[in-house]
Nanobody
Framework: QVQLVESGGGLVQAGGSLRLSCAASGGTFKTYTMGWFRQAPGKEREFVASITWTGGNTYYAYYTDSVKGRFTISRDNAKNTVYLQMNSLKPEDTAVYYC?????????????????WGKGTLVTVSS
């Protein structure tokens, strides 16, 4: 079993930045593709970004179009942690952000296809 715990959410003004963290325990972290999803009030949960370790110091990262150029996903396999650096935040980025892990997968991820899920952290962007 893999446990995922998100942190770093909060209230920020539009144009500001936040960094989310997701700490994993209970599994071989580096073998999992890690993803971030979000669910805004009244909307369906959506994929945000994913990162796959491809060996050595190389990773494959993928982003949904709405966050490209603003968000950066990264991971530290030594710390069993994945991050989501969010810059130039907009009010429409307001959502609960979830971390999830899947053993087999890369690129665009599907929530129901993940193996493990965190409980989420709330990000609120004020205008």
């Amino acid at each position: 079993q893999v446990q995922l715990v998100e942190s770093g959410g909060g209230l920020v003004q539009a144009g500001g930045s936040l960094r989310l963290s997701c700490a994993a325990s209970g599994g071989t972290f580096k073998t999992y593709t890690m993803g971030w999803f979000r669910q805004a009030p009244g909307k369906e949960r959506e994929f945000v970004a994913s990162i796959t370790w491809t060996g050595g110091n190389t990773y494959y990262a993928y982003y949904t179009d709405s966050v490209k150029g603003r968000f950066t996903i990264s991971r530290d396999n030594a710390k069993n942690t994945v991050y989501l650096q969010m810059n130039s935040l907009k009010p429409e980025d307001t959502a609960v952000y979830y971390c999830a892990a899947v053993r087999h997968g890369s690129g665009v991820l599907v929530w129901d296809g993940m193996d493990y899920w965190g409980k989420g952290t709330l990000v609120t962007v004020s205008s």
